[in-house]
């Protein structure tokens, strides 16, 4: 008798303890005595910017989410940029992977990564940038230099 009992003990012991190693499967339910629910804060996504055609100045021409002119630099070779360091600061470049807004083509969107490592969003292979003194629907840099021009919805340069 003293060995069944003994040997349920054992039995019991055992499956409780095995019990508690296993992982459980479902979640905590909140509000149960002697379970701490930790609530789990939602990770900041950044929201991605995004190209669309816009009218500057009587033409239709790409715009940022914000409505400021895009602009591409003549000096730029496909994909690569030419525009570092102290012409940065004035033409900011458009970093980051950005969607197609209104009237844009996705398939002419894609990014590049600048000689600093950060990801610059191009159109037909151009990178973009914005001038600094820009705000939105201005184009005061089109023509600047003979070097910087808006584009188009097709990706074509306006160059006057």
């Not at 003549?74 to 009237?103: H, I, Q």
């Not at 940038?129 to 021009?149: E, L, S, T, V």
Request: glycine share 12%; aromatic share 8%; hydrophobic share 40%.
């Amino acid at each position: 008798m003293y060995v069944r009992r003994f040997a349920l003990l054992a039995a019991v012991i055992t499956a409780g303890a095995l019990g508690a190693c296993a992982e459980s499967v479902t979640p905590p339910v909140a509000g149960k005595p002697g379970v701490a629910v930790t609530p789990v804060a939602a990770s900041p996504t950044k929201a991605r910017a995004a190209v669309r055609v816009a009218n500057v100045g009587g033409r239709k021409a790409l715009v940022d989410q914000d409505g400021r002119t895009l602009y591409v630099f003549l000096r730029d070779a496909k994909g690569k940029s030419a525009c570092l360091d102290k012409c940065a600061a004035t033409w900011p470049p458009m970093v980051g992977d950005a969607v197609n807004g209104e009237g844009v083509d996705g398939f002419l969107l894609s990014t590049h990564t600048r000689p600093d490592g950060t990801v610059q969003t191009t159109y037909r292979n151009l990178p973009l940038y914005r001038f600094g003194n820009d705000k939105p629907g201005d184009a005061h840099g089109q023509g600047m230099d003979g070097a910087w021009f808006m584009l188009d919805e097709n990706g074509e340069m306006y160059q006057w």
